[in-house]
C-alpha cells in the first residue's frame, strides 16, 4: 500500500519511529502503520507465468486510455514553500501531458461514461471491457466522427451485453444514457455495420428472470414461463416478434395458472411494450 | 440476590442477543441516524459551472438517504434477497443498496433558483452487519434460520465481504473534548500541560495549554506552529480587559497572581492588535487584509472546533471558545500550585469506545466526499459538453461502494490505522463469542506502556479481569465482561442542554425560553 503519509503523529504530532513491522509515535506510543507486506490476492493473473517473469504493477487494463498504465504525482505535506509550488506546477502539467491527443480525450470520456453506465446497470467487469474495446475499434475504424460520443457509450455498453447473453433492452440503457435514443441508435448501426458484431436475435429467455424480478413472481413461475419461451422457439412463434413482448408473454401465460396473477398491464409495462404486443404472442401460446 | 436468582440474571446476559448486542446497537444506531447525519453535514456538492462569464451556477443539494435490507444483483439482471449464507458460499458481499434524494439546482446569480432535476437514485451499496435490523434474517425464527442454512445460534455481529467474515475491532481512544491535564518535560524543565482533543464531525485537533518554566501560559493548535500566548489568543476571541480574563481563570489568590504575571507579559492589549498579531504568526510575509481574514479563519476553523454548534452565533462561540481556554489554564495553574493531579489517562472516564457504527460512520463520511467530488466532476463534463444535468446520469454508483468495501476486506482503515477489521474467529464458537466482545488499545506493542497494560480499578465490571493475550499484546487488547453494558453517545444534545438549563446551569448558548430556575432546597 503507497500511501502519502505526513511524517508526525496524526493524534499528537510526535516522531514517528518505524522499527520492525510497526511506524509507533515516540511520543504517545500510537502505532500509526504496521505489517507493510500486503499479504492480500496477486493483483495480476498469471496465466501468462512462462513467458512473463514481471510480477509488479497492476493488471492492464482495456477500459482504461493508457491501458491502466498512468502515472501520478502525490501530495505530501513534508514538501514545504517553493518546493511544494513547484511539484503543483509539476502535477499540473503532467495531468495535461497525461492525454495528447484529442482522440485520446474522447477515449477517456467514452470510456468514463461506460464505466458509469456498467455501475448503474450492475453489468459484470467483462462487459466494460468489452465496451470499452468497442469503442476502440470504433475509434480506428473511424466511425466516431460526426455521430455523438455518448452514443457510441452507450451503444457499445448495449452491444456488449448482447455479445455477452446478458441482454438489456435498448431502453434500459438509454434511460441511464446521457445520450438520447437517436445517437445511440445511429452509433449501434455504425457498429453493427462496420464492426460485423456477432449478435444473431435475442432470446426471450435473456430477459425472463430480470423481469420476473421486477414482477416479484414465484420461482416456480419464472421456471415455467422458461419452458415456455423454449416452446415458442421451437414452434417458430417468435421469429419476427419483439423478444421482450415474447418474454412478457410467456411470464404471464406462467403466471395465469398459478395463485399470483398478473395483469397484461402491468407485465407489459415492465418489459416495455404495449399490452396488444403481448396479447398477439399470448394467442400463439395459448393455440400451442 | 439468592443463588437462583443471580443465575437467572446471568443466564439472560450470555442469552445470545445480548453477546453482540454492542455491535448491533452500535451499527443501527448508524443506520437509522448516523447516515443521515452524515449527509446533512455534507448538506450540498457545489460545482466549478458558473465561473465562467454569462453562466449560471450549478449545485447539488442533498437530501434523504434510504438503506433498503441487503440484495444480490445477477448479471442477467435480476435482484434478489441475499442471505448470509449466500453471501458465504458464492464469495459475494452481504450489502444492501442505499438511496439518496438529490436535486441539481442552477441559477442564483442573476436568474432565480430553478431545480433542474429531482430524483431519488441508488448511490452505492453498504455492507450490513450480519443479525442487524437491515439484515433480512432479523427476526427470524430457529426453524426459519434452519432453512436458510443459518446457524441459529450464530451471534452475528459481523460483515460478510467477499465471501470473507469481517469482525470491526472495538477501539479503545482516549476521551475527546475533555481537558485533560499533566506533567511534562521541556529542556529538563518541569512543565504543566492541559491537552484536548478536540472533536467534531470527524475532524480532530489537539489543543495544548503549556505553562512554561517562566510561568506564562502558551497555546498550541493545529495550523499554527509553534504556540501563541495565552493572552493573545484569549485577547483576540475578545476576551479583552485584565480583570475579565483573570477573573474567567480564577478567583483564587494564589492562581490570580500567576495570572498577573502573566498579563505584565502580555504582547497586545486588545482584540485588534491581537488579531492582528495571530496573522503574523499563520500568514506571514503576506499581505495584511489576507493576515486578518486568515486569523479570523484560523479561530473559527481549527480552534477547539467541538465548541461550534448548529444554531449558536459565532460571536457566542468566540467567547465560549475563550472560557474554555480559560478552563486549561486553570488546570495548569492547580496543577503547578498542587491543587489536584494529574488526570490518570488510564482511568475509564477518560476512555471512550469506538464500535463498528463509529468506525462505519467515519468511512461512509470519506466516501460520501468521494462520491461528491465525483459526482462534481461528472457535472462538469455533462455541462461542458452541453448535456441534459440529471441526477440519474451524473451519480458513479461504484464509487460509493468501493470506498466502503474495501476497508473492511482489508483493514486498512481510514485515517491510515490497520488492522481494524479482522476475519472472525471461527476455530470453535467460544472464539467467535470472544472475537466479537473484543476491544484493541491503539497503543504500541512493542513499547513498555506498563500503567496502559496493568488492570485499572475502573475496569470493574466493564472489563474481564483475566481474558488478555500473553505476549506482546497483553493488556493491551481486552475483553468486555460478561454483563457490560455499553452507553450510547446521547440522540439530541439540544434537549440534553435543555434539560441541564432547566436544573439551573446557566451561560449554555443557543437555548433560548429556558427561564432559569432557583434552586430549590
Redesign the interface.
Known amino acids: 500500500m503507497s500511501q502519502a503519509r505526513s511524517p508526525n503523529c496524526p493524534e499528537c504530532d510526535g516522531r514517528l519511529n518505524a522499527h520492525g513491522d510497526e511506524t509507533v509515535c515516540g511520543e504517545c506510543g500510537l502505532v500509526v502503520a504496521e505489517d507493510r507486506i500486503d499479504r492480500g490476492p496477486e493483483w495480476r493473473s498469471f496465466a501468462d507465468d512462462d513467458t512473463n517473469p514481471e510480477r509488479t504493477g497492476a493488471p492492464l487494463t482495456r477500459s482504461r486510455h493508457d491501458r491502466g498504465l498512468s502515472t501520478e504525482i502525490g501530495r505530501s505535506t513534508r514538501l514545504k514553500g517553493r518546493k511544494r509550488r513547484q511539484m503543483a506546477r509539476l502535477r499540473r502539467q503532467h495531468n495535461r501531458a497525461r492525454i495528447s491527443s484529442k482522440r485520446e480525450r474522447n477515449q477517456v470520456y467514452a470510456f468514463t461514461e461506460i464505466r458509469r453506465l456498467v455501475s448503474r446497470l450492475s453489468l459484470p467487469e467483462q462487459v466494460r471491457d468489452h465496451a470499452c474495446s468497442l469503442v476502440r475499434s470504433a475509434q480506428n475504424e473511424d466511425l466516431v466522427r460526426g455521430r455523438s460520443l455518448e452514443g457510441f457509450a452507450a451503444a457499445s455498453v448495449y452491444a456488449a451485453c448482447r455479445v455477452a447473453g446478458v441482454s438489456r433492452t435498448v431502453d434500459e440503457v438509454t434511460d441511464v444514457a446521457r445520450a438520447d435514443a437517436n445517437e445511440q441508435q445511429a452509433a449501434y448501426d455504425a457498429l453493427n455495420r462496420e464492426l460485423g458484431l456477432p449478435v444473431g436475435p435475442i432470446d426471450p429467455v435473456e430477459y425472463i428472470p430480470r423481469f420476473a424480478s421486477k414482477l416479484d413472481v414465484d420461482a416456480s413461475v419464472e421456471r415455467r414461463a422458461r419452458t415456455f419461451a423454449e416452446e415458442a422457439r421451437k414452434a417458430g412463434i417468435t421469429t419476427g416478434r419483439n423478444p421482450s413482448g415474447v418474454a412478457a408473454a410467456c411470464l404471464y401465460t406462467a403466471a395465469r395458472g398459478t395463485d399470483c396473477q398478473l395483469t397484461q398491464r402491468e407485465t407489459a409495462d415492465v418489459a416495455g411494450v404495449t399490452p396488444v404486443t403481448l396479447r398477439n404472442t399470448y394467442t400463439d401460446l395459448q393455440n400451442q | 440476590m439468592d443463588r437462583q436468582a443471580r443465575r437467572t440474571v446471568s443466564r439472560e446476559y450470555f442469552s445470545q442477543e445480548r453477546l453482540a448486542e454492542h455491535h448491533f446497537r452500535s451499527f443501527n444506531n448508524f443506520m437509522e441516524r448516523g447516515m443521515q447525519e452524515v449527509v446533512a453535514e455534507k448538506e450540498t456538492i457545489e460545482t466549478d459551472i458558473g465561473d465562467k462569464e454569462g453562466e449560471e451556477p450549478v449545485y447539488v443539494e442533498l437530501g434523504d438517504v434510504r438503506v433498503v435490507t441487503p440484495r444480490v ?8 434477497l441475499l442471505y448470509p449464507q449466500e453471501a458465504r458460499l458464492r464469495n459475494i458481499t452481504y450489502s444492501a443498496p442505499v438511496f439518496m434524494e438529490m436535486s441539481i439546482i442552477r441559477g442564483g446569480e442573476e436568474e432565480e433558483e430553478v431545480v433542474v432535476d429531482s430524483a431519488e437514485t ?1 448511490v452505492g451499496r453498504m455492507p450490513i452487519m450480519v443479525g442487524s435490523s437491515k439484515c433480512n434474517i432479523a427476526g427470524f425464527s430457529d426453524e426459519e434460520l434452519v432453512e436458510i442454512g443459518e446457524d441459529p445460534v450464530d451471534p452475528g455481529g459481523y460483515f460478510i465481504v467477499n465471501g470473507s467474515e469481517r469482525v470491526l475491532m472495538t477501539s479503545e481512544d482516549l476521551a475527546p473534548n475533555k481537558i485533560l491535564a499533566e506533567y511534562d518535560t521541556k529542556y529538563g524543565d518541569e512543565i504543566q500541560v492541559a491537552k484536548t ?1 478536540s472533536q467534531r464531525r470527524g475532524y ?1 485537533a ?1 489543543v495544548l495549554c503549556e505553562r512554561n518554566r517562566e510561568g506564562i501560559l502558551e497555546v498550541s493548535f493545529p495550523s499554527v506552529s509553534g504556540s501563541v500566548n495565552f493572552v493573545t489568543l484569549v485577547r483576540a476571541l475578545g476576551l479583552e480587559s485584565d480583570e475579565e480574563i483573570v477573573h474567567r481563570v480564577s478567583d483564587d489568590p494564589e492562581i490570580v497572581k500567576f495570572m498577573l504575571e502573566n498579563l505584565e507579559m502580555a504582547e497586545v492589549q486588545t482584540q485588534e492588535e491581537a488579531i492582528e498579531k495571530l496573522g503574523k504568526r499563520v500568514a506571514s510575509g503576506q499581505g495584511k487584509n489576507y493576515q486578518l481574514k486568515r486569523a479570523n479563519y484560523v479561530i473559527d476553523r481549527y480552534l477547539l472546533p467541538h465548541l461550534h454548534e448548529e444554531g449558536v452565533e459565532e460571536e457566542e462561540v468566540r467567547s465560549n471558545k475563550a472560557f474554555y481556554l480559560c478552563r486549561m489554564a486553570e488546570a495548569c495553574f492547580e496543577l503547578a500550585l498542587g491543587r489536584r493531579d494529574s488526570d490518570d489517562k488510564d482511568h475509564y472516564a477518560n476512555k471512550r469506545l469506538k464500535v463498528s457504527g463509529d468506525l462505519m460512520k467515519d468511512l461512509f463520511r470519506t466516501a460520501l466526499n468521494k462520491l461528491a467530488r465525483d459526482v462534481k466532476y ?1 457535472l462538469e ?2 455541462n461542458m ?1 452541453n ?1 441534459n444535468l440529471t441526477v ?2 451524473v ?4 464509487v460509493l ?1 468501493e470506498r466502503l468495501e474495501h476497508p473492511i476486506a ?1 483493514g ?1 482503515w481510514v ?5 481494524v477489521s479482522q476475519l472472525v474467529d471461527r476455530t470453535d464458537y467460544m472464539g467467535v463469542l470472544s472475537h466479537l466482545r473484543r476491544l484493541r488499545s ?6 513498555p ?1 506498563f500503567e ?1 497494560r496493568d488492570l485499572h480499578a475502573t475496569q470493574w465490571g466493564r472489563i474481564c479481569p483475566s481474558e488478555t493475550p500473553e505476549g506482546p499484546n497483553c493488556g493491551l487488547v481486552k475483553n468486555f465482561a460478561q454483563a457490560m453494558e455499553l452507553s450510547q453517545n446521547i440522540e439530541d444534545e439540544q434537549a440534553l442542554k435543555r434539560e441541564l438549563a432547566s436544573m439551573g446551569v446557566e451561560g449554555i448558548p443557543g437555548l433560548e425560553g429556558v427561564e432559569p430556575q432557583p434552586a430549590d432546597d
Open positions: 444483483r445477477e448479471a442477467d439482471g435480476s435482484e434478489e441508488k482533543f480532530r489537539l461528472q463534463r455533462a459538453r448535456r440519474n446520469t451519480v458513479r454508483s461504484d461502494t482489508t486498512n485515517g491510515g490505522r490497520s488492522g491503539p497503543l504500541s506493542r512493542s513499547q506502556h496502559a
